[in-house]
Structures are given as C-alpha cells and as structure tokens.
C-alpha cells in the first residue's frame, strides 16, 4: 500500500515553456500532498504543500506564481513549471500524505527530473 | 532558522553495525522521521519516533532524545544494498505536518 507516481518520470524543454507535473496517490487518498526540489547531492527542499479544494501554502522564498500548484482530487496534484529557465532543472519529488493508526507519513512519488535547455 | 545536522558521508563493512547521527534546533518538533534514499529516486520511509527512546524494526532502529534533540538510525547486518543516503527529517506540529529536512547521511557499504 501507499504507492505515489509521478510523470513524467523526467523531461526536457527549452527555457520559456511551462511543464506541468502530475502528483496521484494510487490506492489512498491524500488531502495533502506536498511538493519537494532537490539538487545534486543536496537534501530535499520543500516547496510548498498542497490541499485538495484549497490554495496551496507555498515556503519562504519560492515564487507561486512560477511554480503552479493545482490539487483538484483526493488522488492528484500537479505542478506547473511556468517560463522555465535553466536554473529550474532540478529534480522534483511529491508526496502524499498517509493517515495511520500510529502517525501521518508522507510517501514520496518516484521523482520527475527537469532539464531546461 | 531551522538546524538539522546529519554527517554527510559515512563508510561500513558489510555485516557490521553502523548508527548515523542526527541532531537537531527547531521551533517546533512533532515527531522525527528517517527515510532512505538510494541515487536518482525517491526517499522511502524507514522509522519514526515522537516520544523518547528506541523503536526497532527488523534490522532498522531508531532512538530519539527530546530533551537533548538527538536521534539516531542503527543499521544492522550491513548488506551492500543499504548504500544510500539517508535522511533525518523533523515533522512541525500544526497545519499540515510539514517535514524539514536534514541534508542527509551518504552511507557507503563495503565488502
């Protein structure tokens, strides 16, 4: 159980386009999902977390007008990369938040690498 | 700010034991986390533990000290394929139980 995807797994773009990401929680549901960015040999940075039928809560410092976050179902969150530059390329990872008897636990989606070219 | 301090590189023999320590100043605390993460994919849930002392879980355990903002994964029985990375992970009370973090242990396993 707690199976989270993403695609694409990875993609390739040219600097100006927008790239759209798409987070599911494949057999439980997720009010929250969260959205991550790593770098190379680096710790992942959280984003912003997303709230199915609510405005996304975005950190310090990350701009939400260039990282679109839609979360429209139980089962589905997408990031939006608007006008990518190559200072995007990173490695973006999701999550899904897993209510348990015990604690909630984010489940991590297998990752979506970025290149802007 | 928020501090969350883990060594970053560690070396081990195959079949030994070996503890990667975390230590952490945060505003807020609700329960640490360790997840696993092998190159090039995403982390997977190891442990967690919210209230002091040990949790095992087959050749997995963690402690936590509240009072001294300490933690620690055991690993047991090294096997090659627990090189990875792995990372400390602080969860914060409130709203939607974020997760912060720590730059993450890269642990090489031996023959």
């Known amino acids: 159980g707690a199976v989270v995807s993403q695609h694409p797994s990875w993609v390739i773009c040219k600097s100006g386009t927008s790239v759209k990401i798409e987070c599911r929680s494949l057999?439980?549901?997720?009010?929250?999902m969260f959205w991550y960015r790593q770098f190379p040999k680096q710790s992942l940075m959280l984003m912003a977390t997303?709230?199915?039928?609510?405005?996304?809560?975005?950190e310090q410092g990350v701009e939400k007008d260039k990282f679109l976050i839609n979360h429209a179902s139980l089962t589905l969150s997408t990031l939006t990369v608007t006008s990518a530059h190559p200072e995007d390329s990173s490695f973006y990872i999701c999550?899904?938040?897993?209510?348990?008897?015990?604690?909630?636990?984010?489940?991590f989606g297998p990752g979506t690498r970025l290149t802007v070219l | 700010g928020q501090n969350i301090d883990q060594p970053t590189e560690m070396t081990a023999t195959e079949g030994a034991i070996v503890q990667i320590n975390c230590t952490y100043q945060t505003s807020g605390f609700n329960g640490l986390f360790w997840y696993q993460q092998h190159a090039g994919e995403a982390p997977t849930f190891l442990s967690y533990?919210?209230?002091?002392g040990l949790e095992e879980k087959g050749r997995f355990s963690s402690f936590l000290s509240r009072s001294k903002g300490y933690s620690y994964l055991l690993l047991k029985e090294l096997q090659m394929k627990d090189s990875a990375s792995y990372l400390c992970a602080v969860r914060f009370p409130g709203g939607y139980n974020k997760l912060i973090f720590g730059a993450g242990t890269r642990l090489a396993v031996h023959p």
């Open positions: 533990n919210v209230l002091d």
């Open positions: 999550s899904a938040l897993s209510t348990g008897a015990l604690t909630d636990t984010q489940y």
């Open positions: 057999d439980f549901q997720a009010t929250t």
């Open positions: 997303s709230n199915e039928g609510s405005k996304a809560t975005y």
